[in-house]
């Protein structure tokens, strides 16, 4: 792959006329800050001078240390298409510095940068190819979202039943169109949802591609007069979305996932590497599903997770190992969600595995039943733990599992957990709809 220099990204701007850059970051819980700077500043972002007030950013500084830095990655440079007006805009994600040069401990993309290069050192490459759900929504005359709807699609159906057919393929070719890679995209199970699967490549470039197709997403979907939200379980009653992560270790670009010679054609890498993930799948699930929301999903009935055991092809378990073998082997995990932090979530997936392989865990045997049909008194037979059914109990899982807090560090270990109890203890606090509906009158 090619790396620009300042002088390239020079000679990009000024025979595209762009006029505006954005200078995008993601804070510790997944959301896309941007700061924009027109033409004129692009030599001083290029050497490092753009500062921004780290205080205001949620789970960053304090304010008496609030200064913090921008240094453009030169390769994720891009054009966006749809910004046309008065000149082009384009965009660099960006790593987050402290005044004194070293990196700041509270930036995700630090985090997984910081895991790949351990993985680096044990010579191997990490290979992410994640599957993206969300739904579509109307909007209605007073120009709110809601999730009433017209639409019967369900998977895989076309138009005229896909109402969202058109906007859908709009994203996809913008997509491409900036460099990014598509494999597959197709209405969902449930009316409105659609996904996206993004193409194999490296951790790093497939997190930045990530927080991208999200932002190009909610912006085509604006402009189509429909809502987009990665939210998990919008709708009580039909499936959520899922962010699927399909991973697979490399050495010197060749798949050691797959051995022709073993059970299954599975290497004993990729066996470590499962129990590495199935050992650490409850103290990751605050990072994998990071909202009160995220556990309505992970219900038994809705093609979500519960059970925290592997398969060959059963979709039911927590992780299942596609057909396809030789250089396309790989292990899906299927419970993380689009609300999540892709940064984090490929780092603490990384690292988990990685334990695995250094302490050459071993899982239990896999599952060949669907999990929904095996009685709980199956399950403890079987030594089939579940995932955590709360935020609050994920808080727990987080808490106690100290690889976990390892990874991320003291700083988002303890800025993120602090978070998420406090988001845990909000929701207790709310009297529902559901609640009066079922007592009001009774009591």
Not at 164 to 179: A, N, P, Y
Not at 313 to 326: A, E, M, Q, T, V
Not at 369 to 384: D, K, P, Y
Request: charged letters at 25%.
């Amino acid at each position: 792959m090619k790396k620009n220099t300042k002088q390239d990204i020079i000679q990009m701007v000024e025979e595209e006329d762009v006029r505006l850059i954005r200078l995008q970051f993601t804070d510790v819980f997944g959301m896309i800050k941007t700061a924009a700077i027109t033409r004129s500043q692009l030599e001083r972002a290029l050497d490092n001078k753009i500062v921004f007030d780290g205080s205001s950013i949620e789970g960053f500084v304090r304010i008496e240390e609030s200064d913090m830095y921008l240094y453009p990655d030169l390769n994720t440079f891009r054009i966006l298409p749809w910004r046309q007006h008065r000149g082009k805009a384009a965009s660099f994600i960006c790593d987050v510095y402290r005044p004194d040069g070293i990196p700041f401990e509270g930036d995700p993309r630090h985090i997984l940068k910081t895991v790949l290069k351990r993985c680096k050192k044990m010579g191997y490459t990490f290979d992410v190819g994640p599957e993206c759900e969300f739904f579509l929504f109307p909007q209605d005359e007073k120009g709110q979202v809601t999730t009433l709807t017209h639409e019967k699609a369900s998977y895989f159906d076309a138009s005229p039943l896909d109402l969202g057919e058109s906007t859908r393929r709009e994203i996809v070719s913008t997509l491409e169109e900036m460099g990014i890679e598509i494999e597959v995209s197709h209405h969902e199970v449930a009316p409105d949802q659609h996904e996206i699967d993004l193409r194999y490549d490296n951790a790093l470039v497939t997190a930045d591609n990530m927080q991208t197709a999200r932002l190009v997403i909610k912006t085509i979907a604006k402009q189509h007069g429909l809502y987009a939200t990665f939210m998990p379980k919008p709708v009580a009653g039909v499936d959520g979305s899922g962010m699927h992560i399909n991973m697979a270790l490399k050495r010197e670009g060749k798949n050691i996932f797959y051995e022709k010679t073993n059970p299954m054609r599975l290497s004993n890498v990729c066996l470590h590497f499962i129990a590495g993930l199935l050992e650490h799948a409850r103290g990751m699930s605050i990072i994998t599903n990071p909202l009160v929301n995220s556990y309505k999903r992970l219900v038994p009935g809705y093609e979500a997770p519960v059970g925290i055991a592997w398969s060959e092809n059963n979709r039911s378990p927590l992780i299942r190992i596609p057909s396809s073998r030789g250089t396309e082997t790989r292990i899906e995990l299927r419970s993380p969600d689009p609300a999540a932090n892709p940064y984090l979530v490929m780092a603490v997936c990384l690292a988990a595995g990685l334990d695995g392989v250094e302490r050459r865990l071993m899982p239990p045997g896999p599952v060949g039943n669907n999990l929904a049909h095996i009685s709980e008194q199956e399950r403890s037979r079987m030594n089939i733990g579940n995932l955590p059914q709360t935020l609050g109990e994920a808080c727990l899982a987080f808490e106690q599992d100290s690889l976990m807090r390892k990874v991320l560090g003291d700083h988002i270990s303890n800025k993120y957990l602090a978070a998420k109890r406090q988001e845990w203890q909000d929701y207790n606090r709310q009297v529902s709809a559901w609640e009066m509906k079922e007592y009001l009158y009774k009591f």
